[in-house]
């Protein structure tokens, strides 16, 4: 084990977290932007290739109807402090 050093610095990942009820927690956010369907092709390569683990099927469903949701009902890109571009 590593230990590392405090900071007044704390970084939270996680797609789901531009929400009302979580963005008063946040003083500076950012949206790391990728389009959806090459989201889901890196992630089901992800799942096959590093963890043996093909989930294609969650991918392809309710994972990326969560995903659309998601978008359309938080709207991140448009919320976030500074957008990355991950194409």
């Known amino acids: 084990m590593r230990e590392v050093p405090s900071t007044n610095t704390l970084i939270i990942e996680g797609v789901g977290l531009f929400r009302p009820e979580l963005m008063k927690y946040f003083a ?3 949206w790391v932007d990728c389009p959806l369907e090459e989201a889901v092709a890196r992630g089901k390569k992800r799942d096959k290739d590093e963890h043996h683990n093909p989930q294609d099927e ?3 469903g309710i994972w990326k109807k969560n995903d659309i949701e998601y978008f359309d009902t938080y709207k991140p890109n448009e919320i976030a402090d500074v957008i990355i571009s991950n194409t």
């Open 28 to 30: 500076y956010t950012i």
């Open 58 to 60: 969650l991918w392809d």
